[in-house]
């Protein structure tokens, strides 16, 4: 597929702060996106252009119905050389096209995305940042564009790719968070949209995560929606604990999202001879396994924060403490490998990265 390419003047583009330690989340953009767009049955013009605004009808479908997709990624600088990776990409392009059929849209082909992405990222790979701990975050989105009031599904569809230089996701860094799990309201529910990755699975949670920040916690743990016992998974990462030197992950049973990470630090862990389990744990086997000394660590899992060691779970208004709020052995063994990986500092054996 001819992607049209435009480009700003050298003069009119931006680069990374100088200061790469105020980089933040999210906050900043490279200069060019990619755009194409899909109207009868096809998919159309693919352009990389400047970033920009869209022009886009009051009655377009996505601001009424919520008919919306996204992806979350990440390009690393490499630190051996001086190329920048992706990391699995072609498990984020399945997961778009899985998504867009759980939301009836048009899927976008699977290397129509790859190649989009290799392109884009060529093009704006000064913006891949330096510092220890930064990357190139990308997020490939997909919204309903036809302008009608009635409740269908949309026959006209844009999709584009924006990046973003970003720091730490949390800034605690690679240290301890604290975790409010929500007792009452749910994310997801069995044969719902939990397993795909829409922007009203996240506007769900946002009440829930002013509750969280009141308390002085950075993220929501979401436990299951008929029982409001089982663990799922936590605000935009998939949730480990280490129990009796077991390693329990909740399945992937329909509500959780099927996180890159997730599946990552799954087989990282069983190679380093950790036992794995994919099995539900409820929240009082936690809470109770905390209290005997028996969970000795609990971690995130997710793109946007790779690992992210849980130091304090708020549950009904207790506290429980784990691991003294110190980062354990786990969850640094296999962040250190994780990240190793994903900047080149030690082998790939999977063939994981991608390089650009
Ligand atoms: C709800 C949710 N769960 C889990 C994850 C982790 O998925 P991944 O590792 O693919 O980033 C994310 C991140 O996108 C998320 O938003």
């Not at 699995?88 to 778009?96: D, G, H, Q």
């Not at 016992?229 to 909740?250: R, S, W």
């Not at 082998?347 to 990265?353: Q, S």
Request: aromatic share 12%; with cysteine; glycine share 8%.
């Amino acid at each position: 597929m001819e992607i049209k390419v435009s480009l700003l003047p050298e003069e009119k583009r931006g680069s990374v702060p100088e200061d790469e330690s105020q980089l933040g989340f999210g906050k900043i953009f490279t200069d060019h996106m990619y755009t194409t767009f899909f109207k009868d049955g096809n998919w159309r013009e693919s352009c990389i252009e400047p970033f920009g605004p869209f022009v886009l009808s009051p009655a377009a479908l996505v601001l009424h119905y919520g008919q919306e997709i996204f992806e979350g990624m990440k390009a690393f600088r490499q630190t051996t050389k001086k190329d920048v990776s992706l990391f699995r990409p072609e498990k984020n392009a399945e997961r778009m096209k899985d998504s867009a059929k759980r939301i009836s849209m048009a899927p976008l082909p699977e290397d129509q995305f790859l190649d989009a992405l290799h392109k884009l990222i060529n093009i704006e790979r000064k913006w891949v940042p330096h510092n220890p701990g930064t990357s190139l975050y990308i997020r490939p989105t997909m919204i309903a564009t036809e302008s009608l009031l009635g409740h269908r599904k949309s026959n006209e569809y844009l999709f584009y790719i924006i990046l973003s230089p970003v720091g730490p996701y949390f800034k605690e860094g690679f240290k301890p968070i604290k975790i409010y799990v929500e007792p009452k309201f749910v994310r997801a529910v069995k044969g719902g949209v939990g397993e795909a990755k829409t922007g009203g699975n996240y506007a769900a949670t946002l009440l829930a995560m002013d509750k969280a920040y009141e308390v002085g916690c950075s993220q929501v743990m979401w436990l299951d929606a008929s029982e409001h016992k089982y663990i799922e998974e936590v605000g935009t990462m998939n949730q480990f604990f280490v129990l009796d030197d077991v390693v329990y992950t909740a399945p992937i049973a329909g509500t959780i999202l099927k996180g890159v990470t997730r599946e990552s630090v799954i087989t990282l862990a069983k190679d380093k001879g950790y036992k794995v389990k994919e099995e539900f744990l409820s929240i009082d086997t936690v809470t109770e396994a905390i209290d005997s000394g028996n969970l000795t660590e609990a971690f995130g899992a997710g793109t946007a924060a790779s690992i992210a060691p849980v130091g304090e779970l708020h549950y009904k208004d207790k506290k429980y403490l784990i691991n003294n709020y110190e980062v354990g052995p786990v969850s640094k063994d296999l962040y250190e490998t994780l990240i190793g990986i994903q900047y080149g500092r030690i082998e790939d054996p999977y063939g994981w990265n991608v390089v650009i």
